[in-house]
């Protein structure tokens, strides 16, 4: 590819751009109507607290179907997405780039008390753009925050099962692209089914919502964690047997640390004397977990999602270091933000969280980080 021709491609178009508007106003449709278990969030500073409706799953069966119908009927081409991927890119990115600026100057503009909408402003205009000024915009009532990681996870796998159209019809489809395309599958329909558990991460309890949060749920999780499909498009990888077998047990290996902690910590929130393996919970100070994965490592979750990366990348083989730059991203990723997690929560938990670290020294990886 030249850089010409890269550059081109780089360039929205309205097809791009109806693609897009698309895209989100059947999530925005389909968020309010269909049903869903109505999850309540954590509890604010101001003692309120926001519910978000889980049909997440449902939506996206949904809209695959209705895609695979709409390509049977040739009303769509299933490869739309692969044939447009580097525009979908740049208009997405613009998209960020304003919703991010909207953020900020309707975030400034607010006279809210509430904990939710409350400005947060630190005269710093690049770090209040980046960082975000509200905790939970709002827009026609639907929580943006929840609303771009949805869109995220769903475009990821509409992206994904675009490029395997493309390999099916170019003829080339391999075992490494199975693997990939299922594992990837497996990932985000497991996100969909647990849906709820994203209401108690760090992100949606903490996080305000700038340009950092919006970039990374509407660009970079699509774009980037699909790298491994695009590169298996135009480089063929022949696996042997073992090399299946390891990979998947790095998967589920992977998964199973990954999803065991995150509902560790979530039915821990909901009910602090759930057992956990069998045996009722440590707790340090009443409110830090130290039982189950989080009695292994402070962030044994980061651990999990670090193999699950590992996995997606295993099928493209050691040839080329492409195919990693999702691993290798999410490991400097997961550190610079366990480091935050870290000074953050020694600020608000003092010598309770002191007590935790003497019982669980280990960050991520026990015995060596």
Request: net charge positive; charged share 15%; glycine share 8%.
């Amino acid at each position: 590819m030249d850089l010409d021709f890269f550059i081109h491609a780089l360039i929205p178009s309205w097809n791009s751009v109806v693609l897009l508007e698309g895209f989100f106003t059947y999530l925005a449709i389909v968020g309010f109507i269909l049903p869903g278990k109505l999850v309540p969030g954590v509890l604010l500073s101001d003692s309120t607290r926001l519910h978000y409706r889980c049909n997440g799953l449902l939506s996206l069966v949904l809209l695959v179907g209705l895609l695979w119908i709409s390509a049977k009927m040739e009303y769509v081409s299933p490869t739309a997405i692969a044939d447009r991927g580097l525009e979908l890119l740049s208009t997405t990115f613009i998209f960020s780039f304003l919703v991010a600026l909207i953020l900020y100057f309707s975030g400034c503009k607010s006279q809210s008390k509430g904990s939710s909408l409350k400005p947060h402003i630190s005269g710093d205009l690049i770090d209040d753009w980046w960082f975000g000024i509200q905790l939970n915009p709002q827009f026609l009532g639907i929580d943006l925050k929840f609303f771009f990681v949805r869109a995220g996870m769903m475009g990821w796998l509409l992206i994904n099962l675009s490029i395997l159209a493309k390999n099916i019809e170019d003829g080339t489809l391999s075992k490494s692209m199975i693997l990939f395309q299922l594992f990837c599958a497996l990932y985000i329909l497991d996100f969909f089914v647990h849906e709820e558990y994203m209401t108690s991460t760090w992100d949606i309890i903490a996080e305000r919502l700038g340009f950092m949060l919006v970039f990374g749920d509407l660009v970079w999780i699509p774009f980037t964690f699909s790298i491994q499909g695009w590169w298996l498009l135009r480089n063929k990888v022949e696996l042997t047997t073992a090399a299946v077998v390891a990979n998947c047990f790095v998967f589920l290996i992977g998964y199973m640390v990954f999803r065991g902690a995150n509902k560790q910590k979530h039915a821990f929130k909901k009910n602090p004397k759930a057992p956990i393996w069998g045996k009722p919970p440590k707790v340090i100070g009443g409110k830090l977990l130290a039982s189950g994965y989080w009695g292994v490592a402070r962030h044994s979750n980061y651990l999990g999602d670090l193999l699950l990366a590992l996995s997606f990348s295993l099928p493209c083989g050691i040839s080329s270091p492409v195919p990693y730059f999702y691993p290798i991203y999410l490991l400097i990723l997961l550190i610079w933000r366990e480091r935050r997690d870290e000074a953050r929560c020694a600020e608000k938990y003092k010598d309770i969280w002191l007590e935790y670290r003497k019982l669980v020294p280990w960050r991520i990886l026990p015995y060596v980080y």
